[in-house]
């Protein structure tokens, strides 16, 4: 069974670019859940996706936003980047994300110069 | 979610048992422990969790003391494969899933 798939790995943008991430979850996983992961912070909620619609949001700025297609797959979108915004994007599904542990992807790793 | 208190780092001997500690003191009743592992540069692995029985699978046990106040993981075997940070989690299932908390967790180093 293929496991989380996060695209691209790497990415490099400026400040003031939008960025867009995908995650395709496990298949039959409804559930999908978007982390950002800094050294200073660690792994923080962004929120997370059930049956393409938002059912939780964690405390990021409105810059940060999502979807979720039919099919489950998820998209994250990041307007007028900051170099804070620098950090390891994760992704995790889950079959119902209350019954079920969450599974990550490896990543997005972007850097914003 | 209740607070996870968990020693920063740990050394253990190739083909040990790794038991690794974590304290959860403030734990509620309907709130599960789960742990969690992640190596350099991929995305965090769920390894286990549990409610208040011990549980086993094959990657790991997982000890919860009867008060629920702490746990253990035990890796039966450990490899060098195992050195990752180990997060120890506690998260109540209810419907809407709340963003999981990791903490700082601790950093398992195998030694050859």
């Known amino acids: 069974k293929a496991g989380v798939t996060q695209t691209p790995r790497y990415l490099i943008k400026t400040r003031g670019q939008q960025v867009t991430l995908s995650c395709s979850p496990i298949?039959?996983?409804?559930?999908v859940s978007w982390y950002q992961q800094t050294p200073g912070q660690g792994l923080q909620f962004l929120f997370e996706?059930?049956?393409?619609?938002?059912?939780n949001k964690g405390n990021f700025p409105g810059r940060f936003s999502g979807r979720q297609f039919s099919n489950s797959r998820s998209e994250m979108n990041v307007s007028t980047l900051e170099l804070g915004d620098s950090a390891l994007y994760l992704c995790?599904?889950?079959?119902?994300?209350?019954?079920?542990?969450?599974?990550f992807g490896n990543g997005t790793r972007l850097t914003v110069t | 979610d209740a607070k996870t208190t968990q020693p920063p780092s740990m050394d253990c001997a190739e083909g040990r048992a790794a038991n690794l500690p974590c304290n959860h003191s403030?734990?509620?009743?309907?709130?599960?422990v789960y742990w969690y592992r992640q190596i350099h540069s991929q995305g965090p692995q769920y390894i286990i969790h549990?409610?208040?029985n011990n549980e086993t699978n094959e990657m790991a046990s997982l000890i919860i003391t009867e008060d629920r106040k702490s746990s253990t993981l035990i890796l039966p075997h450990a490899t060098l494969r195992d050195t990752a940070v180990y997060y120890c989690?506690?998260?109540?299932?209810?419907?809407?899933?709340?963003?999981?908390?990791f903490g700082k967790g601790t950093h398992l180093i195998i030694q050859p």
């Open positions: 403030t734990i509620s009743g309907n709130e599960y």
């Open positions: 995790a599904s889950s079959f119902d994300s209350y019954n079920s542990p969450l599974h």
């Open positions: 996706y059930f049956s393409e619609t938002q059912r």
């Open positions: 549990g409610l208040k």
């Open positions: 298949s039959g996983h409804r559930s």
């Open positions: 989690i506690v998260r109540v299932k209810r419907g809407g899933a709340d963003g999981l908390t």
